[in-house]
C-alpha cells in the first residue's frame, strides 16, 4: 500500500451526485454491477458484522414493481409529511438498475452489551448507531463505486419507512424484520451537474477541540429547516454565494452559509427538542394546510 495521496480518489469524491434524470433506454452489463456492489461488501462495520444484504434489482420487470412501490411512497410523503420537498419518483423508469441495501438487526448483538441493567440504555444506544453507520458506510461506499463507473445515482431513505419496507419485503421475498435502509437507483446522467451546496471547510473543520465560533445555532437550524432546505436540497451550486437570489434566500443568514464565523456570540446552547419542526417558513407554509 502507499501513503500517497489519491487525486483520482478526490476526483471520485467531488464527482457524486444524488441524480433524479437519467437517460432512457439505457443498460448496463451485469460485472459493472458486481463491481459496485463489492464496493459496499468492502465497507467497514461494527465487529466485521458486515451486517447488511445487497439486493440488485435489474430486471426490467421487477425494476418496474419496485418503482409503483416508491411511486406510493411518494405520495404518502405528501398526504402524510406536508413541507417535506418531496420529487417524484417516476424518474427510476429510467435507471439501469436500482440496488437495496438491507440492515440485518440480529448482528446487533456482536457489539458491546452491558454486564447491568443500569447500562441497557447507554448501550442499546450506542449499538444502534453502529448498526446505522456501519450500514451508512455500505451505501457510500456503493455510491463511490457508481460514480467510479461512470454512472450516477441517488440514496433513497424511504424504503425504510415501515409500510414501505413491508411492500419491498413481501415483493423480495426478504424477511420484513430486516429493513431497506438505503435504496440506490443506477443509471447515465442526461447532463453534467454541477455540485451541491457544502458547507465551507472552515466551518466544518475543528482543529484539537470544538470551536464555538463554528456552531450553528439553533435558530440557523430553524430556519433551514422551515426556509432554505429546497434550494439548499437540489440547487447545482456549491456555494450559495454564486446563487442569483443569493440576498433573497439566505434572509440575512449568508454569512452563516458561507464562511467559519457562524456564531459571533461564541456560545453554545442547550438541548432543545428538535424531533419536530418548530418554525414556519416559506418553504413549508404547506404544513399548515
Keep these: 500500500m502507499t501513503n500517497e495521496p489519491s487525486d483520482s480518489f478526490q476526483t471520485i469524491i467531488r464527482a457524486r451526485r444524488s441524480t433524479r ?43 418496474e414493481a419496485v418503482r409503483q412501490v416508491f411511486l406510493r411512497q411518494a405520495q404518502r410523503l405528501v ?18 438498475a436500482i440496488v437495496i441495501v438491507l440492515g440485518d438487526p440480529r448482528w446487533k448483538v456482536c457489539f458491546p452489551q452491558p454486564t447491568t441493567p443500569d447500562w441497557e440504555a447507554e448501550y442499546d444506544e450506542n449499538n444502534e448507531a453502529i448498526f446505522l453507520c456501519s450500514l451508512g458506510a455500505a451505501v457510500q461506499n456503493i455510491q463511490m463505486g457508481v460514480t467510479a463507473e461512470g454512472l450516477t445515482s441517488a440514496w433513497l431513505s424511504g424504503g425504510g419507512e415501515a409500510t414501505t419496507n413491508a411492500e419491498l419485503a413481501a415483493l423480495l421475498g426478504y424477511p420484513p424484520w430486516m429493513r431497506a435502509y438505503g ?13 451541491r451546496y457544502r458547507r465551507p471547510m472552515e466551518q466544518v473543520c475543528h482543529w484539537n477541540g470544538y470551536e464555538a465560533r463554528q456552531y450553528r445555532p439553533h435558530a440557523l437550524v430553524d430556519f433551514y429547516e422551515s426556509t432554505l432546505r429546497p434550494f439548499a436540497m437540489y440547487r447545482d451550486q456549491e456555494d450559495p454565494r454564486d446563487w442569483d437570489d443569493f440576498d433573497t434566500k439566505l434572509e440575512g443568514w449568508g454569512a452563516a452559509f458561507s464562511s467559519g464565523d457562524v456564531n459571533e456570540t461564541a456560545e453554545l ?4 427538542d428538535f424531533s419536530r419542526p418548530r418554525t414556519s417558513g416559506r418553504a413549508t407554509k404547506a404544513r399548515n394546510r
Aim: charged share 30%.
Design 21 to 63: 434524470k437519467f437517460e432512457p433506454g439505457r443498460a448496463v452489463d451485469r460485472s459493472v454491477l458486481e463491481r459496485i456492489v463489492d464496493c459496499g461488501r468492502w465497507a467497514p462495520s461494527g465487529a466485521n458484522t458486515q451486517c447488511w444484504d445487497i439486493i440488485v434489482v435489474d430486471d426490467p420487470d421487477m425494476r
Design 183 to 195: 435504496t440506490i437507483p443506477i443509471g447515465y446522467p442526461v447532463a453534467t451537474q454541477d455540485r
Design 79 to 96: 398526504d402524510h409529511a406536508k413541507g417535506f420537498p418531496a420529487v417524484s419518483k417516476n424518474y427510476l423508469a429510467n435507471t439501469v
Design 269 to 272: 446552547e442547550d438541548e432543545v
